[in-house]
């Protein structure tokens, strides 16, 4: 009897209360940041994978190094390029193509349907990434540091919390801009974003100082936020950090600054038109395989 | 099992591997696609060995890392090619249901589905170490090459790496959620214990057995061998065996995995019919 009465109160009351306008795009981000961080609770042997994965890249080449006998710090720079692929690689498969992925399971339509801003949807995508990446990070540092005796000597705490938050903003500002990008990719994404990995570790001294390449290539490649955000923390965190650095630490900050605003601007305009393309030609949310 | 069932499977299976590998988009792009990934993994290499070396290839530690990294390109590109038709035909098209209901023969329907990657895989061994020849002053000689080592070596390598792909269908066959790590995972784990691109003296001694034990390890050896001979020859991991040696572990082992690998595909394939796993998608 007490839920026959629940259940017609529940289908007879009015909305207590309708978020509109900031408290909506606030609470978008919040409910697709949740998915992101609750779903590795739910799939924890995922994590194993996510650190193993990396690893597996950073022991072949510190052994490379070893075998070459490098000096140490380049074990770190490796241990520290290791830790960042999981940000790059989250970026590339979790974010650039997420629309994709949502495509081709049919929620994509269901997204630009919702009354909620899709940008808040890419920012909340991104916050619950990053946060879930930081997690694989840090392991992937820890376990590397542990097994090859890195050490690590702070010069600027300020300038390195700085450079890591530019760089995460400009990166995840990157993939948010990509996602759409991608979703006009059509089959051709999941290549794309499969195509995107060794080329930008090569490109982004993942394993190397960026300052071992030419200039107009290092400069080429300083448009991915990486490349001058693990240039300008291997100044900040290794002794010998300084005389492989690209640019100026400072530089780097304000370059990356710039990048976060270019990137999160542009991924607004082009989310624009690809809802623009959505309503009126019907063709964005269609699946083909 | 009849002969041309198998053969049908295996030619149908190539062909529609080619198709969906490659029919995405233009042959231009594609030709670049398959090059770029296998190239910029080499560069990466050259780089961090010519920054430590002073820009000095003349060692023999340098055929060593660049041969070898080329050559491990035939390992993703085999084993994954053939574990990852279960994940594409299962949760991507969805048709893996069909191809067990139709008259073929599936483990020789998935090493068909190979065919496509060791194609795209061989040209960028080949391009990889045309670039290393013309571009890095790796010292290979046509006329010094032991062409007869070389292409028994291939030969056997290519199909003990599908062989193994088989082994991780059958294994993709029973998991759900980790699928496509499973290959990826093999193969970078083989990547280090094979000393694909460094001596295994380098690993820690109690870690060596492992790379003992794998024959990729040998079959980068004689690779390494028939191409580079002395220069090959100069390291200590196996400086102690003679090429025939060499190539009968290489056979010893490839049997064995081989024989594994037919067994736990059966295996995994009954477990996978009996739990009606064949047509299960996770949308993961």
Request: with cysteine; hydrophobic share 55%; proline share 4%.
């Amino acid at each position: 009897m007490n839920n026959q009465q629940g259940r017609g109160e529940a289908l007879t009351r009015p909305y207590s209360r309708k978020d509109i306008g900031w408290r909506l795009f606030l609470k978008t981000i919040i409910a697709r940041a949740y998915p992101r961080l609750i779903g590795q609770q739910r799939e924890v042997s995922w994590l194993v994978f996510d650190v193993v994965m990396p690893m597996l890249g950073v022991i072949a080449y510190v052994l490379v190094y070893r075998a070459l006998n490098a000096p140490e710090d380049y074990i770190g720079f490796v241990v520290m390029g290791g830790a960042m692929t999981a940000f790059w690689m989250n970026v590339l498969w979790s974010m650039s193509s997420q629309l994709y992925w949502e495509k081709e399971q049919g929620n994509l339509a269901l997204y630009i349907m919702a009354p909620n801003s899709m940008m808040a949807i890419l920012l909340g995508m991104a916050l619950g990434g990053m946060l879930a990446t930081a997690m694989r990070a840090v392991a992937v540092t820890l376990l590397g540091s542990f097994m090859f005796g890195v050490t690590y000597e702070v010069t600027s705490y300020f300038q390195l919390f700085s450079v890591f938050m530019l760089a995460m903003a400009a990166l995840y500002g990157m993939g948010m801009m990509m996602a759409s990008a991608f979703l006009l990719f059509g089959r051709e994404a999941w290549h794309m974003a499969n195509l995107a990995q060794e080329p930008i570790f090569l490109a982004s001294g993942f394993y190397f100082p960026i300052k071992s390449l030419p200039f107009w290539v290092a400069a080429g490649a300083s448009i991915i936020p990486l490349t001058l955000g693990m240039d300008a923390m291997r100044q900040l965190i290794f002794p010998s950090g300084f005389q492989f650095g690209f640019m100026t630490v400072r530089l780097e900050i304000i370059i990356l600054a710039v990048l976060s605003v270019v990137f999160i601007v542009t991924a607004k305009v082009l989310l624009a038109y690809i809802e623009k393309i959505a309503v009126r030609e019907g063709r964005i949310t269609e699946s083909r395989r | 099992m009849q002969t041309s069932t198998s053969w049908r499977s295996f030619r149908m299976a190539a062909w529609l591997g080619w198709l969906i590998e490659s029919n995405w988009t233009d042959p231009f792009l594609f030709a670049i696609y398959s090059i770029v990934k296998p190239l910029s993994g080499a560069a990466i290499l050259v780089i961090m060995y010519g920054i430590i070396s002073g820009g000095n290839f003349n060692t023999p530690l340098f055929p060593y890392i660049y041969l070898g990294n080329a050559f491990y390109i035939y390992v993703g590109a085999v084993m994954t090619g053939v574990s990852w038709a279960v994940v594409d035909d299962r949760e991507h098209y969805k048709t893996l249901k069909y191809m067990y209901i139709a008259p073929i023969y599936i483990p020789v329907y998935l090493l068909g589905r190979g065919v496509a990657r060791f194609i795209t895989g061989s040209i960028a061994v080949f391009i990889t170490i045309v670039a290393g020849v013309l571009f890095l002053k790796v010292p290979l000689h046509w006329a010094e090459i032991n062409w007869g080592l070389f292409f028994v070596t291939l030969i056997l390598g290519v199909v003990m790496l599908a062989l193994l792909g088989l082994l991780l269908a059958g294994i993709t066959l029973t998991v759900a959620r980790h699928e496509g790590f499973i290959g990826e995972a093999t193969a970078g784990a083989l990547y280090i214990f094979s000393g694909a691109v460094f001596p295994l003296d380098v690993l820690p001694e109690w870690i060596r057995p492992i790379g003992y034990f794998m024959p990729t390890t040998y079959w980068l050896e004689l690779l390494r061998r028939s191409l580079v001979g002395n220069v090959a020859q100069a390291f200590p991991t196996l400086a102690n065996f003679s090429n025939l040696q060499i190539l009968g572990i290489l056979l010893g082992l490839s049997i064995f995995f081989g024989v594994v690998s037919i067994w736990v595909f059966r295996y995994c394939d009954s477990v996978a019919r009996e739990r009606g796993l064949i047509d299960r998608t996770t949308n993961y």
